[in-house]
């Protein structure tokens, strides 16, 4: 079964670009027709969906996201990153990678809290 583990810094700052990475075990990031997704969720609020990488590589994003976010993957080391740029308070949450067949979401990640604080 495909296994998922985001890992990040925890800590960021107003203005900072945020990094962070999906590690997957179990599977392959290009297996045919899975997608994998980034989500987030901010205290207190619903979840957030952010970005997606099919297994053909094709990036998707929330509209809202766009302009900031970028969604990149290491087939080498089946690893999947997301680029947030010009981070704000607003950006406090728990990210999560998913996986599923087509764009589903079957397979998710424990989550990373990201705190942005000056």
């Known amino acids: 079964q495909v296994q998922l583990q985001e890992s990040g810094p925890g800590l960021a700052k107003p203005s900072q670009t945020l990094s962070l990475t999906c590690t997957v075990s179990g599977g392959s990031i290009t297996t045919a027709f899975y997608a994998w997704s980034w989500i987030r969720q901010p205290p207190g609020k619903g979840l957030e969906w952010m970005g997606v990488i099919a297994f053909d590589g094709v990036t998707r994003y929330s509209p809202s996201l766009r302009s900031r976010t970028s969604i990149y993957r290491d087939n080498a080391k089946n690893t999947l990153s997301l680029q947030m740029d010009s981070l704000n308070t607003e950006d406090t949450a728990v990210y999560y990678c998913?996986?599923?067949?087509?764009?589903?979401?079957?397979?998710w990640g424990k989550g990373t809290l990201v705190t942005v604080s000056s």
């Open positions: 998913a996986t599923g067949l087509g764009y589903g979401m079957d397979y």
